[in-house]
């Protein structure tokens, strides 16, 4: 998912990753945000992520600051 500028991209094995896209032949990885289990899926709404996270249920994200994503529910 794309918003702003900003890749959301869930990585099974590490969480979700933020990737500056403003440039398209020069994308930068910008955050991360360790989860535990595997992260499949993100849905924006405002500057918050919802990243479902496997058996670990649904996760919310701050992602106000794109270079440090917080996570709000554990």
């Avoid at 398209?24 to 360790?34: A, Q, R, V």
């Avoid at 992260?39 to 270079?67: H, I, M, R």
Wanted: negative net charge; proline residues 4%; aromatic residues 6%.
């Amino acid at each position: 998912m794309v918003e702003n500028n900003i890749a959301y991209i869930n990585d099974l094995d590490n969480g979700l990753v933020l990737v500056d896209v403003s440039d398209k032949s020069n994308p930068k990885k910008i955050g991360e945000l360790k989860l535990d289990g595997n992260s499949y899926s993100t849905a924006l709404k405002d500057s918050f992520a919802f990243v479902t996270n496997g058996e670990n249920g649904v996760k919310v994200v701050d992602v106000s600051d794109p270079k440090e994503p917080k996570l709000l529910t554990t």
